[in-house]
């Protein structure tokens, strides 16, 4: 069955940075497009970003354009999401989401638990 698990999450100051891993199985990673999406405390969910199956193409909500940065690696079945500058508002439950083609980011089907970002000084 399809599995993501999301690590890497934490606390860090204003300005830091993470590294967030989703390991994918259960399915064929290098054939789907992935996302990340996030919910802050007593806030819906937002789309944060997204990446096309072999990693080609990119897309990022405006709010952490510049500074977040998606990656995979279809060799160990590995999504990743660098952030960077991070802000107070970035503070969330970040979720690793599967998408639906090897195009579609934002069509989602299946996803992880979450990891715990928590941005304060």
């Known amino acids: 069955q399809v599995r993501l698990v999301e690590s890497g999450g934490g606390l860090a100051q204003p300005g830091g940075s993470l590294r967030l891993s989703c390991a994918a199985s259960?399915?064929?990673?290098?054939?789907?497009?992935m996302s990340w999406a996030r919910q802050a405390p007593g806030k819906g969910l937002e789309w944060v970003s997204g990446i096309y199956s072999d990693g080609s193409v990119t897309y990022y909500a405006d709010s952490v354009k510049g500074r977040f940065t998606i990656s995979r690696d279809n060799a160990k079945n590995t999504l990743y999401l660098q952030m960077n500058s991070l802000k107070p508002e970035d503070t969330a439950l970040y979720y690793c989401a599967k998408g639906t083609s090897p195009y579609e980011y934002y069509g989602l089907d299946y996803w992880g638990k979450g990891t715990l970002v928590t941005v304060s000084s």
């Open positions: 259960g399915f064929t990673f290098s054939s789907y497009a």
